[in-house]
């Protein structure tokens, strides 16, 4: 059994959800991380979290638990 995910104007088709994880998660552009889950987006970019926004000179990123 196939799904499609739409996002941001193409659609993708999958037959597993690890696979539509692996090729959907940002990266975090300071670590290279796959973002999977709670992510932080700052003007575009895409981080893991407050740690390595402000490590790439992000401010007021704030870390939430």
């Given at each position: 059994?196939?799904?499609e ?15 539509a ?45």
């Amino acid at each position: 059994m196939s799904f499609e995910v739409h996002a941001q104007g193409a659609v993708h088709v999958f037959d597993c959800f690890s696979c539509a994880i692996h090729r959907m998660a940002p990266i975090c552009e300071h670590c290279r991380v796959q973002v999977i889950g709670q992510g932080v987006e700052v003007e575009g970019h895409w981080y893991c979290g407050g740690h390595c926004a402000r490590a790439e000179g992000r401010a007021g990123i704030v870390d939430k638990v």
